[in-house]
């Protein structure tokens, strides 16, 4: 949760009417007094209150600067969102912020390894912000402050973005591609934690996944969505292969699939185990680890192509989802004719033994 919540007076629908006339008045003073007032009220207002506030906060996002209150509002907006606001009415304003954070971040390690300079990119804190840094950048001042500040609080979308693409399958379509390459690229260079922001914006929504047998020499259809990590999709593909007696193994408990599937959040840490069943193959042979994605898995002539095998060896893991918010989908479409099966078999590694 991005914010806790106290029980106070509901005083949000004044606020947030207060700070949308200063920002409309260009008034700086009055601006940073409601944008105060509204961060201290945001916290004690009711449901109701949240949802009417969600989409009027967020549609101030452009309005501000692009870094400090920027991000601090979204998670505002983030916040209203967890609690009540439309996550689709909130999304834009939100998601382009993360956006432009990141290509900026992306343009700041650019520039300041431009020169062949051997220096390691610094860590995002402010304080490397200096008459040095910004002429090392270069451009002219305002620009390469943006560039430096993106770099500095590209981690802060992270909670306000997840809070509308955890809770809404169209946001997930409408943005998720096009921002993820410049978060994967960002979180790369290794200076910041944005796992759970690619994970979130590389989940696969109503996704067919083709999934080969090796044991068994038979081959499935499954329709997978809002998956956070190959562990759920791992104990749903037990499910529903195991669990439908399509293939031999220990079915997952009761309890894991629930977890992995339930349209209420998790509420707390469980203590459920999850056993694996499979070993998850790509087409090649490598692994597909646990710790991965659904999205790791490759494309083989426009499917995604997965091949299960023996486990090597026991692995076991607690059965929460990634994402609490996002149950997971897995659903057998069809079972593979055995010519079907055999073609699919001759593109992977382990087509000669068919």
């Given at each position: 949760?991005?914010?806790?919540?106290?029980?106070?007076?509901?005083?949000?629908?004044?606020?947030?009417?207060?700070?949308?006339?200063?920002?409309?008045?260009?008034?700086?003073?009055?601006?940073?007094?409601?944008?105060?007032?509204?961060?201290?009220?945001?916290?004690?207002?009711?449901?109701?209150?949240?949802?009417?506030?969600?989409?009027?906060?967020?549609?101030?996002?452009?309005?501000?600067?692009?870094?400090?209150?920027?991000?601090?509002?979204?998670?505002?907006?983030?916040?209203?969102?967890?609690?009540?606001?439309?996550?689709?009415?909130?999304?834009?304003?939100?998601?382009?912020?993360?956006?432009?954070?990141?290509?900026?971040?992306?343009?700041?390690?650019?520039?300041?390894?431009?020169?062949?300079?051997?220096?390691?990119?610094?860590?995002?804190?402010?304080?490397?912000?200096?008459?040095?840094?910004?002429?090392?950048?270069?451009?002219?001042?305002?620009?390469?402050?943006?560039?430096?500040?993106?770099?500095?609080?590209?981690?802060?979308?992270?909670?306000?973005?997840?809070?509308?693409?955890?809770?809404?399958?169209?946001?997930?379509?409408?943005?998720?591609?096009?921002?993820?390459?410049?978060?994967?690229?960002?979180?790369?260079?290794?200076?910041?934690?944005?796992?759970?922001?690619?994970?979130?914006?590389?989940?696969?929504?109503?996704?067919?996944?083709?999934?080969?047998?090796?044991?068994?020499?038979?081959?499935?259809?499954?329709?997978?969505?809002?998956?956070?990590?190959?562990?759920?999709?791992?104990?749903?593909?037990?499910?529903?292969?195991?669990?439908?007696?399509?293939?031999?193994?220990?079915?997952?408990?009761a309890e894991s699939v629930r977890l992995a599937t339930d349209p209420e959040p998790a509420r707390g840490r469980s203590?459920?185990?999850?056993?694996?069943?499979?070993?998850?193959?790509?087409?090649?042979?490598?692994?597909?680890?646990?710790?991965?994605?659904?999205?790791?898995?490759?494309?083989?002539?426009?499917?995604?192509?997965?091949?299960?095998?023996?486990?090597?060896?026991?692995?076991?893991?607690?059965?929460?989802?990634?994402?609490?918010?996002?149950?997971?989908?897995?659903?057998?479409?069809?079972?593979?004719?055995?010519?079907?099966?055999?073609?699919?078999?001759?593109?992977?590694?382990?087509?000669?033994?068919?």
């Amino acid at each position: 949760m991005i914010f806790k919540r106290k029980q106070k007076g509901a005083r949000l629908a004044a606020a947030v009417s207060e700070l949308e006339d200063a920002v409309a008045a260009r008034d700086g003073d009055r601006t940073g007094r409601a944008f105060t007032a509204m961060m201290r009220d945001v916290q004690s207002a009711s449901d109701a209150e949240l949802m009417s506030a969600g989409p009027r906060l967020a549609a101030l996002l452009p309005a501000f600067p692009p870094t400090g209150p920027r991000p601090t509002l979204a998670m505002a907006v983030g916040f209203c969102v967890e609690r009540a606001a439309d996550p689709a009415a909130c999304a834009e304003p939100i998601l382009s912020g993360v956006h432009k954070d990141l290509l900026d971040a992306l343009e700041f390690a650019r520039r300041w390894t431009a020169g062949g300079a051997e220096d390691e990119l610094p860590e995002p804190d402010e304080k490397i912000i200096d008459d040095a840094l910004l002429a090392r950048l270069g451009g002219d001042a305002d620009e390469a402050t943006r560039l430096a500040l993106a770099w500095c609080s590209a981690e802060e979308w992270q909670p306000p973005a997840l809070a509308v693409l955890c809770r809404s399958a169209e946001v997930r379509h409408r943005y998720a591609s096009e921002i993820l390459p410049a978060c994967r690229d960002l979180e790369a260079l290794e200076r910041h934690d944005l796992k759970c922001l690619t994970y979130a914006l590389a989940v696969l929504d109503d996704e067919p996944l083709l999934v080969l047998h090796g044991p068994t020499r038979t081959g499935f259809e499954v329709r997978i969505g809002g998956i956070g990590d190959n562990f759920q999709l791992h104990t749903l593909l037990a499910h529903v292969l195991v669990g439908g007696g399509h293939v031999p193994g220990t079915r997952p408990s009761a309890e894991s699939v629930r977890l992995a599937t339930d349209p209420e959040p998790a509420r707390g840490r469980s203590e459920t185990v999850a056993t694996g069943t499979f070993e998850l193959l790509a087409p090649d042979g490598a692994r597909i680890w646990n710790e991965g994605l659904p999205d790791d898995i490759p494309v083989v002539e426009g499917r995604r192509l997965l091949v299960l095998d023996e486990p090597m060896y026991e692995r076991s893991w607690n059965a929460d989802r990634f994402f609490p918010h996002l149950p997971g989908t897995a659903v057998l479409t069809r079972v593979l004719t055995t010519d079907e099966t055999r073609t699919w078999f001759a593109r992977t590694s382990a087509g000669s033994n068919a």
